[in-house]
């Protein structure tokens, strides 16, 4: 098992930044993706960006890229979203999520599904106010 927490959310104006972290514990060398996903109210969960933690690669949602990057700090098994220039269609519950998935060294899978990933942190929200 796998347990995420997320942290970091809050309230921002338009323009402004948020970092989430994602603490994972547990059987962590059980997985080798770690994701972050959001939902808006009325909407279906979806992939912002995702991180590797064998070869490091990652992989963003257009919608996202060039203003949310993912990282992580491997000493402290946490994973990153750094976000800027947050709109206000920024605002949803962020999630982590961990999943194993059986992908050639070194490859990444180019889209980010939830039905992928098995464990799931509760969330955190964001609010981004015009």
């Known amino acids: 098992q796998v347990q995420l927490v997320e942290s970091g959310g809050g309230s921002v104006q338009t323009g402004g930044s948020l970092t989430l972290a994602c603490a994972a514990s547990g059987a962590t060398g059980s997985i080798n993706v770690i994701a972050w996903f959001r939902q808006a109210p009325g909407n279906e969960r979806e992939g912002i960006a995702s991180?590797?933690?064998?070869?490091?690669?990652?992989v963003y949602a257009e919608f996202v890229r060039g203003r949310f990057t993912i990282s992580r700090d491997n000493a402290e098994n946490i994973i990153y979203l750094q976000m800027s220039e947050l709109k206000p269609e920024d605002t949803a519950m962020y999630y982590c999520?961990?999943?194993?998935?059986?992908?050639?060294?070194?490859?990444?899978?180019?889209?980010?599904?939830?039905?992928?990933?098995?464990?799931w942190g509760q969330g955190t929200q964001v609010t981004v106010s015009s």
């Open positions: 991180l590797y933690t064998g070869g490091g690669g990652t």
């Open positions: 999520a961990a999943a194993r998935l059986f992908l050639r060294p070194g490859a990444v899978r180019s889209t980010i599904s939830p039905t992928d990933f098995i464990y």
